[in-house]
């Protein structure tokens, strides 16, 4: 019933960039706490960063800080991860997640609603 699609992942090298968008269907959730996170063949998937429904709290797993940066415009239903200086490391599919709250996507609550994901490939 929620529609979230992701775009903007690829190939690249090591130390480039991608920024990453998800379009969502629904202005109720789009204006509501909204996350990225990222599976890696044979891994769990994993939290990489979480914005509050206004924009003003965010938080990312410590490996990636520093280097991604999450957004958000409301307007446009759209969430957006800036990823500079790409590690082969942060090679995954990586999914927005609508649909929780801030506080459970930082206690490891998985979000209700996915979109398809974004392949990311960063090479060495």
């Known amino acids: 019933q929620v529609q979230l699609v992701e775009s903007g992942g690829g190939s690249v090298q090591a130390g480039e960039s991608l920024r990453l968008s998800c379009v969502c269907s629904?202005?109720?959730?789009?204006?509501?706490?909204m996350a990225w996170f990222r599976q890696a063949p044979g891994k769990e998937r994993e939290f990489v960063a979480v914005?509050?429904?206004?924009?003003?709290?965010?938080d990312y797993v410590d490996s990636v800080k520093g280097r991604f940066t999450i957004s958000r415009d409301n307007d446009r239903n759209t969430l957006y991860l800036q990823m500079n200086s790409l590690k082969p490391e942060d090679t995954a599919v990586y999914y927005c997640?609508?649909?929780?709250?801030?506080?459970?996507?930082?206690?490891?609550?998985?979000?209700?609603?996915w979109g398809q994901g974004t392949q990311v490939i960063v090479s060495s």
């Open positions: 997640g609508a649909g929780t709250i801030y506080d459970s996507v930082l206690a490891g609550v998985p979000a209700k609603y």
């Open positions: 629904e202005r109720a959730f789009i204006t509501s706490t």
């Open positions: 914005i509050s429904w206004n924009g003003v709290r965010t």
